[in-house]
Structure formats: structure tokens, C-alpha cells
């Protein structure tokens, strides 16, 4: 019985290049999902000067600091950082929509991966779980999606060995 083709993305650092974008606001937060993200990377063998890093001043801000970054320089993924807390009004809903949102839309304009590494949290506690507490550090999740989806573009590319994928 034949089976499927199947296509996968390793965690192999190999040439790519990775642009991070990460907020300001919430800084020690934001800062931890850095380190953890730089770590993450490097621990695959994703060469420091293969890295680059844009801080910009808040959620709102991520998805233009991605666009620009990514113009800049050629990136295989990117990778956006930052750290939402719920407060009283609907401030929290709105920025969290509108980077979602606005990260989604980069990726899909750009063509390329990106990894989705912006806390939205409840409260403080929270936060601390998910940037290097109980829950793990979200930011390394994040660069170690964004190589993944890097390598699977790189593997599922017209140029990639294998040819045609319509045959």
C-alpha cells in the first residue's frame, strides 16, 4: 500500500537567518523571552551573527518592526516577541487582536515564517510561568518554531530536492 508523501521541518540551525522583533513594554518579561529565545537558537547551532535583534516600544509596534526588519535584511523566519497583561479596560483585547493579527498579515505578505512568541496573560503570575517559571519560556518555544517552519519551507521550496511536488 503506498503511504503519503510527508514533509517535516527539523530543528537543524544549518545557514538560516532569524530576525527577532521584540517589545519594550513589560521589559522583564520581554527580556527573559529574549534570552530564552537566543539560547533556544544558539543550542541549535543558529549562528549569533545569523541573528538579529529589533526591540520596538510595545505589542502594537511588533508587526511594523517585522515588515521593516525583514526588508532590511533577508531572514528564513522571524520571530515576534512580547508580553500582554490583562488590566481593567478593553485595552488588553485590542492589543492583543491587532498583533495577532498584524503578525498573521506579515507572514503571509512576506512569505515566510513567523513565530508567534507575544505573552497574553491574565496577570503577573502568569507571565513569570511563561517566560521562564513552571510553564517553560515561551520565547525559546517561539525560535524553535520559527527554525522549524524555516526548514520546512526550505525542504517543501521548488528548489529543493525532489523536484515537481504536483507529480
Known amino acids: 500500500m503506498a503511504h503519503p ?4 521541518g527539523q530543528l537543524l540551525g544549518r545557514e ?7 517589545a519594550r513594554t513589560n521589559d ?4 527573559r523571552l529574549l534570552a530564552g529565545a537566543l539560547d533556544a537558537l544558539a543550542r541549535h547551532d543558529v549562528a549569533p551573527e545569523a ?3 529589533a526591540r520596538v516600544p510595545g505589542a502594537w509596534e511588533i508587526p511594523f518592526g517585522l515588515r521593516a526588519l525583514a526588508r532590511r535584511e533577508r531572514f528564513d523566519a522571524l520571530v515576534a516577541l512580547g508580553a500582554l497583561i490583562r488590566g481593567e479596560t478593553a485595552h488588553f483585547d485590542f492589543l492583543a487582536r491587532a498583533c495577532a493579527s498584524g503578525v498573521a498579515e506579515v507572514s503571509r505578505e512576506l512569505g515566510i515564517p513567523v513565530a508567534f512568541g507575544v505573552l497574553t496573560c491574565e496577570d503577573s503570575r502568569q507571565a513569570d510561568e511563561r517566560s521562564g517559571g ?3 519560556n515561551k520565547g525559546a518555544e517561539a525560535a524553535l518554531a520559527a527554525l522549524e ?3 520546512l ?7 529543493a530536492d525532489g ?5
Do not use: C, F, N, Q
Not at 508523501?5 to 517535516?8: D, F, K, P, S, V
Not at 538560516?16 to 521584540?22: A, K, L, N
Not at 522583564?28 to 527580556?31: A, D, N, P, S
Open 16 to 22: 538560516y537567518r532569524i530576525g527577532i522583533v521584540v
Open 51 to 53: 541573528i538579529a535583534v
Open 5 to 8: 508523501r510527508e514533509y517535516a
Open 28 to 31: 522583564r518579561l520581554t527580556e
Open 149 to 151: 517552519m524555516a526548514d
Open 163 to 167: 523536484g515537481d511536488l504536483s507529480s
Open 153 to 159: 519551507a526550505a525542504v517543501l521550496s521548488p528548489e
Open 134 to 136: 513552571k510553564a517553560g
